[in-house]
């Protein structure tokens, strides 16, 4: 059972809506701390992943202290997902408006102006569960792409949905999705998905790039909708400074082309590379280690000091799965 499943059990989720949420954050990360007890490979897979990416650059007190973080990030995570998905809507926009700063909107605003729609690419990172609604409740029309792994959850969701005037565009095998994304976009919507689905990336052979160390293959799927949408494509990320904090980061296409000195090969290469340096910069923000250490690609450092030729490009300046 994944740490997902266990937590969304019927018994968890009834006793966290039982016991209010104060109490249900100390539940959850005590749960968590149970799996990764019983789940030692799972547990040793994230580590080990941290110190791949951070042995070389950190002390190893220090990135045993990072793996830690990392660890409590990733079930932080959940309880935000429950506190989405089984808060009152009156209670998350109070909770929303008190607790999150977004002063780059207006970037929001002049992407929308162009009549293509927005592609808002984010990843798994911060409270990226809140993204979504603080948009529908600030009156933006959004679609969300999501993966449901309950059906509790599923219809949880929906009703949500419903009730916010956000549209649920469901994520399977099927290519009509990314027909239904681009559908969507062209009625001038906002389109949220996500960027670090690494095993579902479907990467091209000929673009490449380091993520985080390895060599792989540019995902080719926000390159094709932005291709064949028109739309523009920015990130935003919801940044977790506590949870009674957070700072929505938005960054367009000319922002992104900055961050990396001006080289970027494609928009998706340059997503990801934005992406990366956030990860650099705020590694226990991020839940998609274990996914990482299973990534394939391999390490390439002639192809790493091509690329570091723009030092942005490789390191920071400062080293909707539901």
Same mark, same amino acid.
């Given at each position: 059972?994944?740490?997902?499943?266990?937590?969304?059990?019927?018994?968890?989720?009834?006793?966290?809506?039982?016991?209010?949420?104060?109490?249900?954050?100390?539940?959850?990360?005590?749960?968590?701390?149970?799996?990764?007890?019983?789940?030692?490979?799972?547990?040793?897979?994230?580590?080990?992943?941290?110190?791949?990416?951070?042995?070389?650059?950190?002390?190893?007190?220090?990135?045993?202290?990072?793996?830690?973080?990392?660890?409590?990030?990733?079930?932080?995570?959940?309880?935000?997902?429950?506190?989405?998905?089984?808060?009152?809507?009156?209670?998350?926009? $109070?909770?929303?408006?008190?607790?999150?700063?977004?002063? $780059?909107?207006?970037?929001?605003?002049?992407?929308?102006?162009?009549?293509?729609?927005?592609?808002?690419?984010?990843?798994?990172?911060?409270?990226?569960?809140?993204?979504?609604?603080?948009?529908?409740?600030?009156?933006?029309?959004?679609?969300?792409?999501?993966?449901?792994?309950?059906?509790?959850?599923?219809?949880?969701?929906?009703?949500?949905?419903?009730?916010?005037?956000?549209?649920?565009?469901?994520?399977?095998?099927?290519?009509?999705?990314?027909?239904?994304?681009?559908?969507?976009?062209?009625?001038?919507?906002?389109?949220?998905?996500?960027?670090?689905?690494?095993?579902?990336?479907?990467? $091209?052979?000929?673009?490449?790039?380091?993520?985080?160390?390895?060599?792989?293959?540019?995902?080719?799927?926000?390159?094709?909708?932005?291709?064949?949408?028109?739309?523009?494509?920015?990130?935003?990320?919801?940044?977790?400074? $506590?949870?009674?904090?957070?700072?929505?980061?938005?960054?367009?296409?000319?922002?992104?082309?900055?961050?990396?000195?001006?080289?970027?090969?494609?928009?998706?290469?340059?997503?990801?590379?934005?992406?990366?340096?956030?990860?650099?910069?705020?590694?226990?923000?991020?839940?998609?280690?274990?996914?990482?250490?299973?990534?394939?690609?391999?390490?390439?450092?002639?192809?790493?000091?091509?690329?570091?030729?723009?030092?942005?490009?490789?390191?920071?300046?400062?080293?909707?799965?539901?």
């Amino acid at each position: 059972m994944k740490l997902s499943s266990f937590l969304q059990m019927k018994p968890n989720v009834f006793i966290c809506e039982k016991l209010g949420w104060r109490v249900a954050l100390f539940y959850i990360m005590m749960l968590g701390k149970l799996y990764f007890f019983l789940k030692e490979e799972e547990k040793r897979k994230i580590i080990e992943a941290v110190e791949y990416v951070f042995g070389n650059m950190k002390e190893k007190q220090e990135v045993q202290e990072l793996s830690r973080k990392v660890l409590k990030g990733i079930i932080a995570h959940y309880y935000e997902k429950f506190y989405n998905a089984y808060e009152d809507t009156s209670g998350l926009s $109070s909770f929303m408006e008190k607790s999150i700063e977004a002063p $780059s909107l207006d970037k929001l605003d002049r992407a929308l102006s162009g009549g293509k729609g927005v592609l808002f690419v984010t990843g798994h990172y911060g409270g990226i569960e809140y993204i979504p609604i603080y948009l529908a409740l600030k009156g933006y029309s959004v679609s969300v792409v999501m993966k449901f792994a309950t059906q509790q959850l599923r219809e949880t969701s929906y009703a949500r949905a419903d009730a916010l005037g956000l549209r649920v565009v469901e994520a399977n095998q099927n290519s009509r999705v990314l027909l239904t994304v681009v559908r969507e976009l062209k009625k001038n919507r906002i389109v949220f998905i996500e960027c670090d689905e690494i095993d579902e990336w479907k990467p $091209s052979r000929k673009e490449k790039i380091s993520f985080l160390g390895k060599i792989v293959g540019v995902d080719r799927t926000i390159n094709l909708i932005h291709k064949r949408s028109g739309a523009e494509v920015i990130l935003g990320l919801l940044h977790r400074h $506590s949870f009674k904090r957070y700072a929505l980061m938005i960054e367009d296409y000319n922002d992104m082309l900055k961050r990396l000195g001006g080289r970027a090969s494609s928009v998706g290469q340059a997503i990801i590379k934005c992406f990366e340096q956030y990860v650099y910069e705020g590694p226990e923000q991020w839940y998609q280690w274990k996914k990482y250490a299973g990534l394939g690609g391999v390490q390439d450092p002639a192809f790493l000091h091509e690329e570091n030729k723009s030092p942005s490009l490789l390191r920071p300046a400062c080293v909707a799965r539901a």
